[in-house]
């Protein structure tokens, strides 16, 4: 009898060992999946994936508390289609596309699953979304849309002598193509004469960039991967003529360019995430507007301005000393 009872005691201990076992088990496999896709690393991506992780922290997802499979196709479209199809087999809870060729892979994959779309400037030119207020799928997310009007007057207040406005994209992002046709558009009426410059890769921006050097008194770049990830290509070609560039992206900046009224790509990944956690509590990506910042923040490189022998008016440094970033 009392090796029945010992036996019976064991036995119940190893079934509630085996039933927590379990319960983890459970619990880890209950973590929500979250995957992250992102084309090519260069500085504006990069930062705008690491907040993603911290909107998510901010709310109320920290990393021990998801999972996240994080994909980087290092400039391969095929890598896009086959890591946007993994998300898929993986039945991810969200996914989030940064930058629109990533966010064009995933609605490509699945119509689903919700898709958060990390920093995309144009999503109803792009095809995906219905429209920014009312998305009506399974998309939504943070736009880039750069204020470009702002932009232009930035270059007007620093190089007001320049009458030829060089632009340049790649052929093949849709979101850097409608961005210079606004910049054709809004340019003239500051006094510039526009001369547009496109690339098919990077393998074309060495000679590509000289002829626009040598045609142009300022360049302006619009939010495009492809100049992002090779951006001393164009600065090198540049400032061999003393020309100065107006990046759309902060982080371009950083890189050489002079001055931008920009987008915070760290703070719109950020954004991108709280959206993400939301989605996760129970939010419709159909009836969530996509989110569009409505100011940028003023950016000056007075080291590349010193190389270039731009002096910047005090009333600009002020501004960005007090309410923006000056590099040096």
Do not use: W
Not at 33 to 48: C, E, F, N, R, V
Not at 229 to 244: D, G, W
């Amino acid at each position: 009898m009392k090796r029945m009872i010992g036996f019976i005691i064991f036995l119940c201990g190893f079934l509630v060992v085996a039933a927590g076992f379990g319960g983890s088990k459970q619990k880890q496999q209950a973590k929500p999946l979250i995957g992250i896709l992102q084309p090519m690393s260069h500085p504006a991506l990069d930062a705008i994936h690491r907040g993603i992780i911290k909107g998510l922290d901010e709310s109320g997802y920290p990393k021990n508390a998801i999972k996240i499979d994080f994909q980087n196709a290092q400039g391969d479209q095929s890598n896009l289609k086959s890591m946007a199809e993994r998300f898929t087999t993986e039945d991810a809870t969200v996914t989030v596309g940064i930058a629109t060729p990533a966010a064009q892979a995933l609605a490509n994959a699945n119509s689903t699953t919700p898709i958060v779309l990390g920093a995309v400037t144009d999503p109803v030119g792009a095809k995906l979304v219905k429209s920014n207020a009312h998305p009506g799928g399974n998309i939504t997310g943070v736009s880039d849309r750069s204020p470009l009007k702002a932009q232009l007057s930035l270059i007007h207040k620093l190089v007001p002598h320049a009458k030829t406005l060089g632009i340049i994209g790649t052929s093949s992002d849709d979101s850097a193509q409608t961005q210079l046709k606004q910049v054709q558009q809004i340019a003239p009426t500051l006094g510039f004469t526009v001369k547009k410059y496109t690339i098919s890769n990077t393998n074309d921006l060495q000679q590509v960039a000289g002829q626009m050097a040598n045609a142009v008194d300022a360049i302006y770049v619009p939010n495009d991967n492809t100049i992002a990830s090779a951006m001393q290509t164009l600065v090198a070609a540049a400032n061999q003529n003393k020309v100065p560039i107006f990046p759309a992206a902060d982080t371009m900046v950083d890189q050489g360019g002079i001055a931008t009224i920009g987008l915070d790509q760290f703070k719109l990944g950020v954004e991108t995430g709280k959206m993400v956690a939301q989605i996760l509590k129970g939010k419709k990506p159909a009836n969530y507007p996509v989110h569009f910042e409505s100011t940028g923040t003023l950016v000056l490189n007075t080291k590349v301005a010193k190389q270039l022998d731009i002096t910047i008016p005090d009333s600009l440094l002020t501004q960005a000393e007090k309410s923006g970033r000056v590099i040096k």
